[in-house]
C-alpha cells in the first residue's frame, strides 16, 4: 500500500471519464501548514493596519483638540495684550499730561496750547497705532521744549553762593541781594550751555566783567558772568553742552567763580528749580 502519496479521483458526468492525480503526502501537509501561516499573517496584518487607523484617528482628533485650544488660548492673550497695552498707553497719557502741566507752570508753554495731549484718548475709534504715533511725536515737541529751557549745571564745582540776600562779599555788616548763584572754580575752567539758544551778548556787562547772556525760548535768559573770555559770538545759536568761556575774575569780583543767574521776561529768577528738576 502507497503511503506516501494520495490519490485523487476526477469522475466525469457520465461515470466513464475517470483521471486520476497522485500528489505527495508530504506536500498536502506542507501546504495546510503554509495556508495556516499565511492566514495567520494576514490577519496580523490586518488588525497592525486597523491599529495604525486608529492610532492615527485618535492623534488627529488629539491634534485637532489641542489647536482649538492654542487658538482658544491665543484668543485670550491677545485680548490680555490689549488691555495691558491700553493701559500702558493710558500712563504715558497721564505722564505727557503731567509734563504738560509742568511746563505750563514754568511758563514755558501757555495754557491751552499745548497740543492737547490727553484728547488722543477722546476721539472715538482712535487705534493703538494712531496713539502710539501721536505720543511718539508728542515726546519729539517736549523733548524739544525742555532742550530750549537752561536745566542743569554750568560748570561742576562747588557752590559758593546762594540767590537771594547775603552779606557783602567786600566786607562790612552791609547786605545785598544776589541775582544769582556763584561756583567757585580755577581760571580757565569751562564754563558751558545749559539750554539751547541764541548769543544775546557776549562782552563786557557792568559788574559781571566778562559775560555772556543767551536767549531761550519762552522769555528765559541764561547769565554767565565773571569770565576771564568768552568763546561765543553775537547772534550764534548754540546748543545745550556747547562750550560758552572760561572761568575768571572780571568785574565785581574777590576771586575766580562763575556767577549764573536765569532770567525770564527780563527779571532775575532762583536758578535753584533749574538746576535740579525734582
Not at 504715558?92 to 507752570?105: A, F, K, R, V
Not at 475709534?125 to 530750549?148: C, G
Not at 562750550?243 to 535753584?272: A, K, W
Request: aromatic residues 10%; negative net charge; glycine residues 12%.
Amino acid at each position: 500500500m502507497d503511503t506516501k502519496n494520495v490519490t485523487i479521483l476526477i469522475i466525469g458526468n457520465d461515470d466513464e471519464n475517470v483521471k486520476s492525480f497522485k500528489i505527495n503526502r508530504n506536500l498536502i501537509n506542507n501546504f495546510k501548514k503554509y495556508l495556516l501561516y499565511y492566514s495567520g499573517a494576514i490577519v496580523v496584518s490586518f488588525v497592525v493596519i486597523l491599529s495604525v487607523i486608529a492610532y492615527t484617528l485618535q492623534i488627529s482628533l488629539d491634534k485637532q483638540g489641542l489647536v482649538s485650544q492654542l487658538l482658544t488660548a491665543k484668543d485670550k492673550l491677545e485680548i490680555y495684550d490689549s488691555l495691558k497695552l491700553n493701559q500702558k498707553l493710558n500712563t504715558i497719557d497721564n505722564n505727557l499730561s503731567m509734563i504738560d502741566g509742568y511746563l505750563q507752570s514754568r511758563g514755558v508753554i501757555e495754557t491751552g496750547n499745548a497740543g492737547g495731549v490727553s484728547n488722543i484718548d477722546k476721539q472715538e475709534s482712535v487705534s493703538h497705532i494712531e496713539k502710539i504715533d501721536y505720543f511718539e511725536k508728542q515726546s519729539i515737541v517736549f523733548y524739544n521744549t525742555l532742550r530750549e529751557i537752561p536745566i542743569g549745571y554750568p560748570y561742576g564745582g562747588n557752590r559758593s553762593s546762594d540767590y537771594g540776600y547775603r552779606r557783602n562779599p567786600f566786607g562790612g555788616l552791609s547786605g545785598e541781594f544776589h541775582p544769582g548763584v556763584d561756583f567757585k572754580g580755577e581760571t580757565g575752567d569751562p564754563v558751558y550751555a545749559t539750554g539751547d539758544g541764541v548769543i544775546n551778548r557776549c562782552d563786557w556787562y557792568n559788574g559781571y566783567g566778562n559775560a555772556v547772556v543767551i536767549d531761550h525760548k519762552s522769555g528765559y535768559q541764561s547769565l554767565f558772568g565773571h569770565l576771564s573770555r568768552v568763546n561765543v559770538v553775537q547772534g550764534q545759536e548754540v546748543k545745550a553742552g556747547d562750550l560758552v568761556g572760561f572761568i575768571g575774575s572780571t568785574g565785581r569780583s574777590t576771586g575766580p567763580h562763575l556767577h549764573y543767574e536765569i532770567r525770564q521776561n527780563g527779571d532775575d529768577i532762583s536758578p535753584e528749580p533749574f538746576l535740579k528738576v525734582y
